[in-house]
């Protein structure tokens, strides 16, 4: 496999199973795909995928060179980065984060970033497909929580945070969603085990909107150490961890971690 063209295809195939797909995310057609592999197949004498009822399956042998095909295709496109590092040279940035920092720190992030480049800014709020999308560099940088993610991420921890409830603790409880965090744990329970929820969002505005009435779980950092209750959450910066050492991945995250430190709860 001495083509990166074929490389790429391979790698495709082996994310999305499919020709068809393959062929969407590399901006070729369907036809061009299918002619690479046959050409792999024969140069590798493995047939590579085999066609199930789930799509292309891959063989063992398939499974077995995709780690170090990963790895060398990672080596070589840090070795194309240009040797001095210049941001404003950048086409695109595409940052996925937690919402609540978003909300309050996501444009202080846009206005930080456009002092640099003229770079295309995509700025997303952190869903269930980013850790998949950070892997395969359709997104550079996350602002999440540390927690149990695969060994292909890096976490850059921060700080702790601490929680304390707000709004009308004589109404009734709401569960603030968010993605990644708290869909099936309760921290409020570490708290008071007797709370009851009987409404649920993933929508900050609205949450906000009902502390009249209820009341939620809120967050804010812990620098000093002193919680009203730990409730185990630490924010970090996700990087795919074979790009962390890159410099457009420093450049970024020398620029978050000051503007994430002036975050002070939601």
């Not at 008071?192 to 929820?197: C, Y």
């Not at 009435?213 to 959450?233: F, S």
Request: charge should be negative; charged fraction near 25%.
């Amino acid at each position: 496999m001495n083509d990166l063209n074929a490389l790429h295809v391979f790698l495709a195939l082996m994310q999305t199973h499919s020709t068809t797909r393959a062929a969407r995310k590399l901006g070729r057609s369907q036809s061009y795909v299918s002619k690479v592999l046959a050409q792999l197949r024969e140069d590798l004498d493995d047939p590579l995928f085999v066609r199930t009822a789930e799509g292309l399956t891959p063989t063992s042998y398939a499974v077995s060179i995709e780690p170090r095909l990963r790895s060398a295709l990672d080596q070589v496109n840090i070795a194309l980065e240009p040797e001095e590092f210049d941001p404003k040279l950048l086409d695109k940035i595409t940052l996925h984060i937690i919402e609540p920092y978003l909300i309050t720190i996501g444009k202080d992030i846009i206005d930080a970033i456009r002092k640099e480049t003229d770079a295309v800014i995509d700025i997303r709020q952190w869903s269930p497909l980013s850790e998949t999308m950070i892997q395969e560099e359709v997104v550079d940088i996350g602002i999440h929580i540390l927690n149990n993610k695969p060994q292909t991420l890096h976490q850059k921890p921060l700080f702790k945070g601490r929680g304390h409830f707000e709004g009308n603790t004589d109404g009734e409880y709401v569960k603030y969603i968010i993605s990644g965090v708290n869909e099936y744990d309760n921290r409020y329970e570490m708290i008071d085990p007797s709370i009851e929820t009987k409404i649920f969002t993933d929508n900050h505005i609205l949450t906000t909107q009902l502390m009249d009435t209820c009341y939620t779980l809120r967050y804010a950092p812990d620098k000093n150490q002193q919680t009203d209750y730990d409730i185990d959450l630490t924010v970090a910066i996700i990087t795919k961890a074979s790009r962390r050492q890159s410099e457009k991945i420093q450049w970024l995250t020398k620029l978050l971690v000051p503007l994430i430190e002036t975050f002070e709860g939601y």
